[in-house]
């Protein structure tokens, strides 16, 4: 920034952008500015201004304006942080193998917004195309192949890894199901960073939060469909059979070896398929 150059001035959000002439640059803190505004309707009207105030060369103040209505159109599409909708798209991108490829905003400035990182890998992972994404009139296209688009796209990424990946979405959610039931019971406890204290949450407190969590997993199930959802639970089901089951040949092995029977100990352990031994590394599924 130099004397004589004009920039586009806006205090607050909300407020007009207005063309201002750089006057003078000040030398103490924080850094400030004194300005000429050159509307004729301001008569020259003067002032100091901090520079955070000078948002862009006024020659791409234009630009910079559209860009500004192209993220507000981006975020209007998104519900709240707390709907139910985008608490179970975080659950399933979290699930889905896709670090590498595409990621949901979370600031207040991106909420809901998708990051595609690598456009034509996140389509071939979706087993889509392109179409998929641009078909929203809002989405952007980069030139290095990565794209911006808004909630709605978002919202079928989701669906669709749920569909995709309903294992690993179904197991997530499982899991974060159990240990809320556990939470509702006991409690949790927070450990504090650095030298603050942690700080442990009542088992009252967490039965709400779960409360309020629950329709989110609700959704990823219907998302990953009645079928899918009944298949992983049976699957679930009979994988805590066989470990049962294992762990009771495991000690009949045992108690046969003990009692100079090595042979039928030998006999059942080929006749069971799975070594015995393995059971030793497995722990219940959960």
């Known amino acids: 920034m130099e004397t004589g150059e004009f920039w586009a001035h806006r205090a607050r959000a909300n407020d007009p952008v207005a063309r201002v002439e750089v006057l003078r640059i000040g030398t103490q803190r924080p850094p400030r500015v004194k300005i000429r505004f050159t509307a004729d309707e301001d008569e020259g009207r003067e002032g100091w201004v901090p520079r955070s105030q000078l948002r862009v060369p006024w020659e791409q103040a234009d630009h910079w304006l559209a860009e500004e209505c192209r993220w507000k159109a981006l975020r209007a599409a998104t519900p709240s942080r707390d709907a139910p909708e985008c608490r179970a798209a975080d659950i399933v991108f979290e699930a889905c193998p896709w670090e590498e490829l595409a990621s949901i905003g979370y600031s207040r400035h991106d909420e809901g917004v998708l990051y595609v990182h690598d456009l034509a890998a996140f389509a071939e992972a979706l087993e889509e195309n392109a179409e998929f994404f641009t078909r929203d009139s809002l989405t952007v296209l980069h030139d290095d192949g990565s794209a911006v688009?808004?909630?709605?796209?978002?919202?079928?990424?989701?669906?669709?890894?749920?569909?995709?990946?309903?294992?690993?979405?179904?197991?997530?959610?499982?899991?974060?199901?159990?240990?809320?039931?556990?939470?509702?019971?006991?409690?949790?406890?927070?450990?504090?960073?650095?030298?603050?204290?942690?700080?442990?949450?009542?088992?009252?407190?967490?039965?709400?939060?779960?409360?309020?969590?629950?329709?989110?997993?609700?959704?990823?199930?219907?998302?990953?469909?009645?079928?899918?959802?009944?298949?992983?639970?049976?699957?679930?089901?009979?994988?805590?059979?066989?470990?049962?089951?294992?762990?009771?040949?495991?000690?009949?092995?045992?108690?046969?070896?003990?009692?100079?029977?090595?042979k039928d100990a030998t006999k059942i352990e080929a006749e069971f398929e799975i070594p015995v031994e393995a059971f030793r590394r497995m722990t219940p599924p959960g």
């Open 149 to 262: 688009a808004p909630w709605p796209v978002t919202l079928a990424c989701a669906r669709k890894g749920a569909a995709l990946h309903t294992e690993r979405v179904m197991k997530d959610v499982e899991q974060a199901e159990r240990q809320a039931q556990r939470e509702a019971i006991y409690g949790s406890y927070s450990p504090g960073r650095g030298k603050r204290e942690g700080h442990h949450f009542s088992p009252e407190i967490c039965a709400k939060a779960d409360r309020e969590f629950s329709p989110a997993r609700d959704l990823v199930r219907q998302w990953c469909g009645a079928e899918a959802a009944e298949a992983f639970a049976e699957i679930h089901v009979l994988r805590a059979e066989v470990l049962r089951l294992g762990r009771i040949v495991e000690q009949a092995v045992g108690m046969l070896r003990q009692a100079g029977r090595g």
